[in-house]
């Protein structure tokens, strides 16, 4: 029902900054919750930031006070501002969205995701 797609990744130096973008299809996306997760090579997939249709938002504490998660809905847009990057910072980047999520930081908890974006962090 949920089609997702990221854009926005790229390459940039330690402390730069990068905005990504999650567009979704569906005229009910305003009642999903938005999960942000990332992938490093040979890690497992971990939680970044999520959104809930209420507007509640959570952030892993490796990344608080320098994302920030935000959405429009009357663009069916989430955005993930991410600010003073580090190399740590590294992956693939994937947005994922579900309707009734509770474990909102478990990856199982979405049924939607889109196909990422990389992003890559140079020292």
């Known amino acids: 029902q949920v089609q997702l797609v990221e854009s926005g990744g790229g390459l940039v130096q330690a402390g730069g900054s990068l905005r990504l973008s999650c567009a979704a299809s569906g005229r009910t996306f305003s009642s999903y919750t938005v999960g942000w997760f990332r992938q490093a090579p040979g890690k497992e997939r971990e939680f970044v930031a999520s959104i809930t249709s209420g507007g509640n938002i959570n952030y892993a504490d490796s990344v608080k006070g320098r994302f920030t998660i935000s959405r429009d809905n009357a663009e069916n847009t989430v955005y993930l501002q991410m600010n003073a990057l580090k190399p740590e910072d590294t992956a693939v980047y994937y947005c994922?969205?579900?309707?009734?999520?509770?474990?909102?930081?478990?990856?199982?908890?979405?049924?939607?995701w889109g196909r990422g974006t990389q992003v890559t962090v140079s020292s």
């Open positions: 994922a969205a579900g309707r009734g999520v509770v474990i909102i930081t478990r990856a199982y908890a979405y049924n939607h």
